[in-house]
């Protein structure tokens, strides 16, 4: 089984070369992995303790980033090396001070895997909440290097659980121990033979919590907010955006609104200018002035086409609306702005994501699938401010008591191995 995985994973990258002449993104991941070896060899060298985290993107790294900053402070003297499968997530963080190396993980051949544990030759690995890659896996059963997973989450439709998956059930021994979100994910470990599992739940909540101890003042976004009502869009794709610039463009309250899309490409951000009648500014055209011709207080509409800052926004806002929620997986991260006790309102794609799903039967996240029903929720809760404070209370409440998977994977790795 083996030798055909290895066959299509060459396959695959072979087409994924081809792919990089015509996808900018596909560019990256494939230029990116070519100086991997020669950055871990000039970064780490035999004598390192080194401590290695996988995430899949951007979501994942931040979901890991409080399990990292407790591990470097029980480690001190170990190298944290940080992998990404992809661009989105490497792009971003690739300079984060958390870790030592950050690289992009090299495609899973027997090869590869082969040369980077030697290379990095951990003491310990943290894959966080999925992707399982054979080769990877099975150098480092064969190393009996410890190896966790953390926040995951299983579903019944993986190919761990179906008839035909044993090749990758096999891959799951190479765990040390599985720190999962919830109970349904225990019960699916437990089928297939698998007792070494814990529920931690889910390590994000321990990251947006942190969020609040920061100082989350931007000055600008104060000056433009000008202590009125203000609706923030975040992580907005085209279908969140026709609907909320609807909303805007028609509405008669005194409100503010700053919308930050997932996607900052030029000629989309132009575009959504465009469709706002309302006096809008961009945080590009803001940001290069050199002497200010008005005040941003003067505008309705903040187009935030940078990234980085969307958290601290939240900081700032009433009412909270994520994007994704029209599309496939479904709707963006919501605990960031539940965190700062704000009510949500989100798409209609929300089940694969047990926080919002949590959320919207708590009826502190509202979630709406039409122009009519997008207007009733920012109506109800701009005209009732009482209804506001209460969803908002409800989703600081939930993170809060949410917290504490990071803990608990600590107290559970320091017992086996002090």
Not at 143 to 154: E, F, K, N, R
Not at 168 to 177: A, M, P, Q, S
């Amino acid at each position: 089984m083996f030798l055909l995985y290895n066959l299509l994973v060459h396959l695959a990258a072979s087409f994924l070369r081809i792919l990089a002449f015509f996808s900018p993104k596909m560019k990256l991941f494939v230029e990116g992995r070519k100086i991997v070896f020669t950055d871990l060899k000039q970064k780490i060298s035999s004598g390192d303790k080194t401590i290695w985290f996988h995430a899949a993107s951007l979501g994942e790294f931040e979901q890991g980033l409080p399990v990292m900053e407790a591990i470097k402070k029980k480690f001190p003297s170990h190298k944290l090396v940080v992998t990404f499968f992809s661009p989105s997530g490497y792009e971003v963080r690739k300079n984060h001070p958390i870790a030592e190396v950050i690289v992009y993980l090299p495609l899973d051949t027997a090869q590869n895997a082969k040369q980077f544990v030697s290379i990095v030759h951990p003491e310990m690995v943290f894959f966080i909440k999925y992707e399982y890659w054979p080769n990877y896996l099975n150098e480092l059963k064969k190393m009996a290097i410890p190896t966790y997973l953390i926040s995951g989450i299983l579903r019944k439709n993986q190919v761990f659980f179906k008839w035909y998956g044993g090749f990758y059930r096999n891959c799951l021994k190479t765990f040390t121990f599985f720190f999962v979100q919830n109970d349904s994910s225990k019960k699916l470990l437990h089928s297939i033979g698998y007792q070494n599992v814990k529920v931690s739940g889910d390590t994000r909540f321990d990251r947006v919590v942190s969020i609040l101890e920061r100082d989350n003042r931007l000055d600008f976004i104060e000056e433009f907010k000008n202590n009125k009502t203000t609706i923030v869009v975040g992580s907005s794709w085209p279908k969140d955006e026709e609907l909320v610039v609807k909303f805007i463009n028609q509405t008669d309250k005194n409100i503010k609104f700053i919308i930050a899309p997932h996607n900052i490409k030029a000629a989309q951000i132009q575009e959504l200018q465009k469709s706002i009648i309302k006096k809008s500014i961009l945080y590009s055209d803001f940001a290069t002035q050199t002497k200010p011709t008005s005040s941003l207080r003067e505008y309705d509409v903040f187009i935030i086409d940078t990234i980085g800052i969307l958290t601290k926004i939240y900081a700032y806002a009433d009412i909270a609306y994520v994007g994704g929620g029209f599309g496939n997986p479904g709707v963006h991260n919501i605990l960031e702005p539940a965190t700062f006790g704000i009510p949500i309102v989100i798409g209609p794609n929300y089940s694969h994501f047990a926080e919002a799903t949590a959320l919207v039967a708590m009826d502190g996240c509202l979630s709406i699938s039409s122009e009519n029903e997008l207007e009733n929720a920012f109506d109800l809760l701009l005209q009732n401010e009482d209804e506001r404070h209460e969803k908002g209370h409800i989703c600081s409440t939930f993170v809060e008591m949410n917290k504490g998977a990071t803990a608990l994977i600590l107290k559970h790795i320091e017992n086996d191995l002090f």
